[in-house]
T-cell receptor, first 115, second 115 residues
Framework: DTAVSQTPKYLVTQMGNDKSIKCEQNLGHDTMYWYKQDSKKFLKIMFSYNNKELIINETVPNRFSPKSPDKAHLNLHINSLELGDSAVYFC??????????????FGPGTRLTVT | GENVEQHPSTLSVQEGDSAVIKCTYS??????FPWYKQELGKRPQLIID?????GEKKDQRIAVTLNKTAKHFSLHITETQPEDSAVYFC??????????????FGKGTLLTVNP
């Protein structure tokens, strides 16, 4: 009955590799997000999708490519991984429509370590 | 774009004391201000939020105040307990009633409650 889930929870890989992180929400929300939390705990939005359409695309290297096959899933693919990509990546979702809560529900995070 | 400053970066209090965390924002159009709590190794979770048509909101031991003129808002925790120890993030956004919006987070405050 997990609301927002991510896989994997931990990811250790070498520089130059390509990796993906998957996110799924069973809350029926239309909007999903990817955040990056660096070693200093700073939370910064990377992307947002609304009903499979890319809405927010922050200044993120184009090695990062989000994909939303349906509104319950948002994946993040990272090409040519670099040391600076090491961080915790959080997926989140929020409900839709007037009168809905503005709360964003976060997944458990994926700790990516690039060596 | 929006810029959110948060102070202090660390706060240590004795159990039972009060804790206050302050944030300022730059965009006068921002109208939604949530606070998230993140325990060590866990996901951020919403603890309280306030919209710009309200000056204060309270939920048991936590309260948030908003001063739109000065563009600052604060989190107040009374009768602190060891389980309040966590990193607290303030955030701001302009939400026109749609489902997707970009939260700009402060850099976080590490609150430690000493028994």
């Amino acid at each position: 009955d997990t609301a927002v889930s991510q896989t994997p929870k931990y990811l250790v890989t070498q520089m130059g590799n390509d990796k993906s992180i998957k996110c799924e929400q069973n809350l029926g929300h239309d909007t999903m997000y990817w955040y990056k939390q660096d070693s200093k705990k700073f939370l910064k939005i990377m992307f947002s999708y609304n009903n499979k359409e890319l809405i927010i695309n922050e200044t993120v290297p184009n090695r990062f490519s989000p994909k939303s096959p349906d509104k319950a899933h948002l994946n993040l693919h990272i090409n040519s991984l670099e040391l600076g990509d090491s961080a915790v990546y959080f997926c989140a979702s929020s409900p839709h429509g007037r009168g809905a809560s503005y709360e964003q529900y976060f997944g458990p995070g994926t700790r990516l370590t690039v060596t | 774009g929006e810029n959110v400053e948060q102070h202090p970066s660390t706060l240590s209090v004795q159990e039972g004391d009060s804790a206050v965390i302050k944030c300022t924002y730059s965009d006068s159009a921002s109208n939604y201000f949530p606070w998230y709590k993140q325990e060590l190794g866990k996901r951020p979770q919403l603890i309280i939020d306030i919209r710009s048509n309200v000056g204060e909101k309270k939920d048991q031991r936590i309260a948030v105040t908003l001063n739109k003129t000065a563009k600052h808002f604060s989190l107040h925790i009374t009768e602190t307990q060891p389980e309040d120890s966590a990193v607290y993030f303030c955030a701001a956004t302009m939400n026109s009633g749609g489902s997707n919006y970009k939260l700009t987070f402060g850099k976080g405050t590490l609150l430690t409650v000493n028994p």
